[in-house]
């Protein structure tokens, strides 16, 4: 099985910024594209920043300029770095992860959510 672990959530002024990270453990040959999503109340989820192993990066046009996607391949790690928060960002954040087990199955799998809150 695999697990991913966020972090880095929290509760964040209009202007400020957050630093997210997700880590992936459990039995994994190889990570393809990891992401990140959110979800706000009375929304659907919606994709915010996405990057390849490779490091090709794709980013959700709202969160452009402001929002930076890296990742640490060694580590099995993503982040999301977010800066000049603004309210509307406000939203349970998810980390996704393409894993490949030892196996050569693929599938997606999800972290738990970390909530982050931007107060105007």
């Known amino acids: 099985q695999v697990q991913l672990v966020e972090s880095g959530g929290g509760l964040v002024q209009a202007g400020g910024s957050l630093r997210l990270s997700c880590a992936a453990s459990?039995?994994?040959?190889?990570?393809?594209?990891m992401g990140w999503y959110r979800q706000a109340p009375g929304k659907q989820r919606e994709l915010v920043a996405s990057?390849?192993?490779?490091?090709?990066?794709n980013y959700a046009d709202s969160v452009k300029g402001r929002f930076t996607i890296s990742r640490d391949n060694a580590k099995n790690t993503v982040y999301l770095q977010m800066n000049s928060l603004k309210p509307e960002d406000t939203a349970v954040y998810y980390c996704?992860?393409?894993?490949?087990?030892?196996?050569?199955?693929?599938?997606?799998?999800w972290g738990q959510g970390t909530q982050v809150t931007v107060s105007s």
């Open positions: 996704n992860a393409e894993v490949t087990n030892y196996y050569f199955q693929s599938r997606d799998y």
């Open positions: 990057v390849t192993r490779s490091g090709g990066t």
């Open positions: 459990g039995s994994i040959r190889s990570i393809n594209t």
